[in-house]
């Protein structure tokens, strides 16, 4: 079974500074994908990044950019320029690759609360 | 076009009440999902639903069954709750095979008393 973990409870941010959310994950799979998707005080939950792991380049999303290190199994998510908005829930998500015709499950971990300030 | 969409966001049920939570989405997704939302646990996988006719426990199913009604509609029922079932409850939908975003709905905020 995978297992997610986030170590960081709580942080806070500055608008327009960078900040990093920290993942580590547990599997003994060769390949897989791994998300991290922001939850705002909506309720919703929006992706924000994906990341194949059978491609060494880290995923980019504008101001949003992942560390991908498969040997250590970190997943880190930086937020650039931070801004209000970016205020949220976010949960880092791994996902195992399966043949096609069957479902894709996620595993979450517990998430860090991001709070920018101004 | 309304993506996932989820029936009641708020319940209140006493102990041994019976409900079902009802979610459809619009995107012709194969796949839908049920998870639960507790503090400090993040989101877990209650049951899941590959395509259309077929179901499948995820990681805590006991006190749900579920029933995908059609292609759109995958609903949650409690049987008999119990306050342990108190939970923010999200459907979600993807399209078949490894990889693929999952779509989320709004979420049901359940509390049992």
């Known amino acids: 079974a995978q297992t997610v973990t986030q170590s960081q409870p709580e942080m806070s941010v500055q608008e327009a500074e960078t900040v990093t959310l920290s993942c580590t994950y547990d599997t003994s799979e060769s390949n897989y994908y791994l998300f991290w998707y922001k939850q705002p005080p909506s309720r919703q939950m929006i992706l924000v990044i994906r990341q194949e792991a059978y491609k060494q380049q880290n995923a980019t999303e504008n101001r949003f950019s992942v560390n991908f290190q498969k040997a250590a199994k970190s997943f880190s998510l930086k937020i650039s320029d931070s801004q209000l908005g970016d205020t949220a829930m976010y949960f880092c998500?791994?996902?195992?690759?399966?043949?096609?015709?069957?479902?894709?499950?996620?595993?979450f971990g517990t998430g860090t609360r991001l709070q920018v300030t101004l | 076009n309304a993506g996932v969409t989820q029936t009641p966001k708020f319940q209140v049920l006493k102990t041994g009440q019976s409900m079902t939570l009802q979610c459809a989405q619009d995107?012709?997704?194969?796949?839908m999902y049920w998870y639960r939302q507790d503090p400090g646990m993040g989101l877990r996988l209650i049951y899941y639903?590959?395509?259309?006719?077929?179901?499948d426990k995820g990681e805590v199913p006991n006190g749900y069954n579920v029933s995908r009604l059609n292609k759109r509609e995958f609903s949650l029922r409690l049987e008999s709750a119990a306050p342990s079932q108190t939970s923010v409850y999200f459907c979600?939908?993807?399209?078949?095979?490894?990889?693929?975003?999952?779509?989320f709905g709004p979420g049901t905020r359940l509390t049992v008393t």
């Open positions: 998500a791994f996902m195992k690759h399966l043949v096609s015709g069957t479902a894709s499950k996620l595993t």
């Open positions: 979600a939908s993807s399209e078949l095979g490894g990889g693929n975003e999952q779509y």
């Open positions: 639903s590959a395509s259309e006719g077929t179901t």
């Open positions: 995107m012709n997704h194969n796949s």
